[in-house]
């Protein structure tokens, strides 16, 4: 070993040492603090579909390749972190002697060959993302972009990083080619011998350039090391547990979408008949009362914004980007951690839990930082502000988007379940609302004696439940299918339409309530469980006898659709769900509804979200305008999963939209860019904020907002009207 090679060894056995040992401080920092969440059970089942979908959505990069260059770029660069950390590993053997290398693999012209062109396409893609992240950046001359509020800094230290590594890689094989130690042929490492072609012939160079790549790398665990917070560097490690743990394995894409998690305490359901306040956990009031799933979920953030980028709210002006709501969440977490670990930490009454000795020694910024309250506006300091807490839609774009598998939508409404339950403080419009599910079991507070209204004048009669047995569907017509004007056209056009193709089906009539979905996305749970309860009552009533796979509904609500299907369950209401679109598509390929008259003037559709992107109902109703115009649909730039909300989920029907633009009028502004004539949704909500929309800009001449349902039917029936309602809907 010569003079250069002891200096290089002591330097990276020095600057090794303090990395390893502030890295394992910050591993054990980090799990101390997500260890403060509350316990979540059910994310240790099914270790095989766990185990197999984090192979598949990191090794395969599934999510972040719904954004391709992006998503190629990034994939060479997980695959060169990976790969080439042995080389970094090769460099310890490199700052001892210039012809140093990994014992056995590193003679084999394969693994030479493999570093090399992983090397090679890592440089292309950090190069790639480097330019992205440039482009992209907040400060750009024409606003704001996905970065913002993203901590640059950090994206920009871990990109020059890895670049830097890379190319030190190939500098470190230069000198080896120059100087004779290099032992893979030309045409395995093309770069490496062309890089050494231009280096002189230096035997201390590869002990040089090998002190400073390990300099680097360990530069890079140091800073990582000292900033636990730093998602975009920890997410290399803290994405394969996060994926591993996320809600539901063998869902397609984000496994927050769908159904809502039970509100749960200490882990387990809360039973609402035995629940108490004062001893069982009511949502989430204090950031240690998320999950630790949900604190690992804040910990992973890689603050890359594509949730930010898809979010409605966000992109109408609203306060509230799932983005800076998680990073808000994380950075609060850490900073009150120390008050946490010391024993601190309120309980459900309110009272300290930890004596004067034991926080004597806590820091006074995190004593401080426990003083804030959880939601709260600026001047009280608050994590997350109310305006951002009720701005959401739930409409799960950010969920669908999240490359790490965050479930944003289920922390929100956790949020919202203490504020509605314990607080009860929520927008105030929205109590009416929650007082009409309560008495008269629909959102408008209309009498649930005109729930079968909408049958009049149909010209054939609905069956009811009892009536008869031999049913095939229950046709499942919801709160508006029953008593709002248009959804009620729906409700008439699906009926006609089933009865044309002769569909034996039934409803419920005056047995159906509101199946609970706005008192659930609102953070009601309470009055959710009491009208599912009675709803699964009725309908495993109706059902009596029968197998899951005969117990079939039709909706026409993606709502009622959504929580029928995936939420019933929970409460022991197992049926067969589908969306109406569904069943008529099903018709008219079976050659039992045969469109006829092709609807002209151009049609684009309008995913709804609870169909689309919670439920990944896309083909279906395009199945039908497909047929019912005979041609193409025109589709609208932000499509199936990337739809834009139309701005009523999450209860949002029920509030008034104060900040911002209107969502539903950059919705309708999008679907006239195409000069469709009609535009086509499949859900009442959507129906109702996109008419408003083409109204409140005095389109209601050019442009038509109607259901899939009622497309078919003109084009199956052209000289059957779609069924005005005689009725409109009672005030309450
Ligand atoms: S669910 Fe929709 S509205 Fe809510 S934060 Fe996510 S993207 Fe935004
Ligand atoms: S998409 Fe996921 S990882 Fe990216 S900023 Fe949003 S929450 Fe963080």
Known sequence: MGSVQIVTTILAAAITAVAVWLAVRAVMKMTAVIRLGQPAPE?????????????????????????????AAHWFVMVGFIVLSLLVLEAYFEVVSPGGGLPIIGHWTIFGLATEWIGILGLAGILVLMAIRLRNRPTRPGGRSRFTGSTMWQGYFVEWVVLLVLIFGFIIRG???????????????????????????????????????????????????????????WHRFLAFPNIFFKRDPEKPAGSGLGPLRPMTSEGKPLDFEEADPEKDQFGVAQVEQFSWKGLLDFSTCTECGRCQSQCPAWNTGKPLSPKLLVLSLRDHAYAKAPYLLAGGGKDLTGEEKATQEQLAGVDVLAMAEADRPLIGTAEEGGVIDPDVLWSCTTCGACVEQCPVDIEHVDHIVDMRRYQVLIESSFPSEAGVMLRNLENKGNPWGAPQNTREDWTKGLGFEVPRVGEVDDFEYLFWVGCAGAFEDRAKKTTRAVATLLNEAGVSFAILGEGETCSGDPARRIGNEFVFQMLAQQNVETLNEAFDGREKSKRKIVATCPHCFNTLGNEYGQLGGEFEVVHHTQLLAHLVSAGKLTPVQPVDGGVTYHDPCYLGRHNRIFAAPREVLGDSIQGELTEMPRNSERSFC???????????????????????????????????????????????????????????????????????????????????????
């Open 43 to 71: 994310r240790f089942g099914d270790k095989g579909a766990r185990t197999k979908k984090m192979l598949v959505e990191t090794a395969g990069h599934t999510r972040m390749l719904k954004w391709s260059v992006v998503g």
């Open 175 to 233: 000198f080896k080619v120059a100087t004779d130690h290099f032992e893979y042929p030309v045409w395995a490492t093309p770069l490496s011998h062309a890089v050494g072609a231009a280096l002189p012939a230096w035997t201390a160079g590869v002990s040089v350039a090998a002190v400073i790549k390990i300099a680097i790398s360990m530069t890079w665990l140091i800073v990582i090391s000292l900033n636990v917070t730093m998602g975009v560097a």
């Open 646 to 732: 139309c701005g009523a989920g999450g209860a949002r029907m029920w509030m008034e939209e104060k900040i911002g633009k209107r969502i539903n009028v950059d919705r309708v502004e999008e679907a006239m860019s195409t000069g469709a004539k009609t535009i086509a949704v499949g859900c009442p909500f959507c129906s109702t904020m996109l008419n408003d929309g083409v109204n409140g800009k005095g389109a209601g001449e050019q442009v038509e907002v109607i259901d899939v349902a009622s497309v078919l039917l003109r084009s199956v029936k052209p000289e059957a009207p779609a069924g005005e309602p005689e009725v409109a809907p009672a005030a309450s």
